[in-house]
C-alpha cells in the first residue's frame, strides 16, 4: 500500500534510539524525509544514518525539550527542513507508585511527556496551518486506559495526551491538519529485552529469547495475538496516520497494543 508519504517531511521528537528510531526509519522507507532529534549527537547521527540508507534526506537536530528555548530551537529547525508531519514520540517514564511518587516526580512526568508534546505543537502548528496540511501524531500508551500501578505519574501524563490530541484534532477543523494518538502496549525495545534476559541470567535459568518471550508475554502483557509488540509493530500504525492516505482520521487513539486494552 502507498502511504503517499513520497515528498513529505517530518519530525520526530526522541529518534535517536528505540520506538523513534523504528518511526524514523519506516516514516523514510514510505519516501518520507526525516529530521532526526535526541540529546546524544552519537545516537541521534546513527539513527540518521540508518534513515537515510532509505534514499531520503536525513538532517539531526539536538535538544531537551524541558530545557528553556530548546523547542523554540528545534522549531527553527524543523521549519527549515519543511517538515509539516509532527511525531511528538519523546518521554521520559519512571517507576513509582503512589507510596514513592513525590509531587516532582508527577512534575517531570508531566513536563516530559505532556508539556514537551506541547511546546513543539505550538511550534509546528502554525506553519501547517499555513500550507493548508499537516500532521501532528502523539505518541501516548496503553496506560492511558489501564493505569499502571508502577507507573502512575507517567500513567496520568499519557493519558493526557490522548485528552488534548482529541482537543486539538477539534481546534484545528477545517485545517486540513489532523491530530493523533498512537498508544503502544509492551514493546520489546533491545533495553527491555535486555532486562528481561539478565533476570533470567541472575535466577540461573535459560536466557534464550524464545523461550523467555512466552514467560515474559503471560506475566507482563497477556494480550490475544500472544507476543510482546515490536518497535515495527509501533512505527507502522505512525507512518499511516502521517500519510495523505489517512486524511478521514481524526482525534483517535490507535492502541498497538496486541488487544491487552480490554475497553473498545
Same mark, same amino acid.
Request: hydrophobic fraction near 45%; aromatic fraction near 4%; glycine fraction near 10%.
Given at each position: 500500500? !502507498? ?5 513529505c ?23 518520507? !524525509?526525516?529530521l532526526?532529534?535526541?540529546?546524544d ?22 535538544? !531537551? ?7 523554540? =530551537? ?9 517538515? =509539516? ?9 519512571s517507576e513509582?507508585?503512589? !507510596? ?13 511527556n ?11 502548528? #502554525?506553519?501547517m =496551518? ?18 499502571l ?6 500513567s ?23 491530530? %493523533? ?8 525495545? #533491545? ?7 539478565e ?7 535459560? $536466557? ?23 518497535? $515495527? $509493530? ?15 482520521? %481524526?482525534?483517535?487513539?490507535? =492502541? ?9
Amino acid at each position: 500500500m !502507498d502511504l503517499e508519504l513520497t515528498g513529505c517531511a517530518a519530525l520526530v521528537t526522541g529518534s535517536s534510539g528505540g520506538i523513534g528510531t523504528a518511526i524514523a526509519v519506516r516514516l523514510a522507507a514510505e519516501g518520507c !524525509d526525516v529530521l532526526v532529534h535526541g540529546r546524544d549527537a552519537a545516537a541521534a547521527a546513527k539513527a540518521a544514518e540508518e534513515v537515510a540508507r532509505r534514499g531520503v534526506r536525513a538532517e539531526v537536530v539536538l535538544g !531537551d525539550l524541558a530545557e528553556e528555548g530548546a523547542a523554540e =530551537r528545534i522549531g527553527v529547525a524543523a521549519r527549515a527542513f519543511g517538515a =509539516r508531519i509532527l511525531v511528538n514520540n519523546a518521554g521520559p517514564f519512571s517507576e513509582h507508585d503512589w !507510596d514513592s511518587a513525590e509531587p516532582a516526580d508527577w512534575a517531570a512526568a508531566f513536563d516530559g511527556n505532556v508539556l514537551s508534546a506541547v511546546r513543539m505543537t505550538r511550534e509546528m502548528v #502554525p506553519s501547517m =496551518r499555513e500550507c493548508g496540511w499537516g500532521r501532528v501524531i502523539n505518541v501516548g500508551s496503553r496506560a492511558v486506559t489501564t493505569p499502571l500501578p508502577n507507573m502512575v505519574e507517567y500513567s496520568a501524563a499519557k493519558a493526557a495526551v490522548v485528552n488534548m490530541t482529541t482537543s486539538l484534532a477539534h481546534h484545528l477543523a477545517g485545517t486540513g491538519v489532523t491530530a %493523533n494518538c498512537v498508544s503502544p502496549g509492551v514493546i520489546m525495545t #533491545p533495553s527491555l529485552r535486555s532486562m528481561f534476559q539478565e533476570r533470567a541470567r541472575t535466577r540461573g535459568e535459560d $536466557d534464550g529469547w524464545g523461550r523467555l518471550e512466552p514467560e515474559v508475554t503471560e506475566r507482563y502483557a497477556p494480550n490475544p495475538v500472544g507476543r510482546l509488540g515490536r518497535p $515495527d $509493530d509501533v512505527a507502522a500504525a505512525v507512518a499511516y496516520l502521517a500519510g495523505p492516505v489517512a486524511d478521514y482520521v %481524526n482525534g483517535i487513539n490507535l =492502541r498497538v497494543d496486541g488487544g491487552i486494552t480490554h475497553t473498545p
